[in-house]
């Protein structure tokens, strides 16, 4: 079976440009997380959908982010314009959806995306 | 706000047993995971506690008190590819919003 994965695997970009970050999930996951970790810092949660639907976007830092699941599969996360203070590495997450009592729903994460604003 | 505070490095040798302590302070708490991560690797799911107690998995155990919102993971017979990043997470907002530790980088030496 086939993981998480994301594309690019390294994004180097200038100041003011855009970058669309994409995530394939697990086939049949129907939770998917983005989140971003900045050098030496805690993996950050941006947010989180359950299929199509954003459930929890309240790690979002600004509204130059803009994350979208069409059709509930992959994801696209896109940062328009880019600033210097985004760079990190992006990692996208996916866990099954059993029921929201089951909050032990393990989460597999893809191999992120460096991104460098210079 | 939410918080969790773990060391920013541990060093061991080979063979021995090291513990990564974890303490948060988080509104909403369902449980208490921890991650594994090599250098340019994505971030691998270790163990999950959601009640208080030792989990065991092989080499790995993992504790939690949620009466003094504390934790740990213990890794016992070290090896040099545990040489990683370390991880503890808390699962808050419904159980799906996950919010983790800035990281504990175990160096192993021979």
């Known amino acids: 079976e086939a993981g998480v994965t994301q594309f690019p695997s390294h994004s180097v970009i200038e100041k003011g440009q855009t970058v669309t970050l994409r995530c394939d999930p697990i086939?049949?996951?129907?939770?998917l997380y983005w989140y971003r970790r900045v050098m030496g810092k805690e993996i950050k949660f941006l947010l989180h959908?359950?299929?199509?639907?954003?459930?929890?976007e309240s790690g979002m830092p600004n509204n130059r982010f803009l994350a979208e699941r069409t059709g509930g599969t992959y994801s696209t996360l896109k940062v328009q314009p880019a600033e210097l203070e985004d760079s990190g590495v992006y990692f996208c997450a996916s866990s099954q959806a059993t029921g929201r009592s089951r909050s032990s729903d393990t989460q597999y994460f893809g191999p992120g995306t460096r991104l460098t604003v210079l | 706000g939410q918080s969790l505070e773990q060391p920013s490095e541990v060093t061991a040798v080979e063979g021995a047993i090291v513990q990564i302590n974890c303490t948060y302070q988080?509104?909403?708490?369902?449980?208490l995971s921890w991650y594994q991560q090599h250098d340019g690797g994505a971030p691998t799911f270790l163990s999950y506690?959601?009640?208080?107690g030792l989990e065991e998995t092989g080499r790995f155990s993992s504790f939690l008190s949620r009466s003094d919102s504390y934790g740990y993971l213990l890794l016992q017979e070290l090896q040099m590819k545990d040489s990683a990043s370390y991880f503890c997470a808390v699962n808050s907002g419904g159980g799906f919003k996950t919010i983790f530790g800035a990281g504990t980088r175990l160096f192993v030496k021979a």
């Open positions: 959908f359950v299929k199509e639907s954003k459930q929890d």
């Open positions: 988080t509104s909403g708490f369902y449980g």
């Open positions: 086939s049949g996951h129907d939770n």
């Open positions: 506690n959601a009640l208080d």
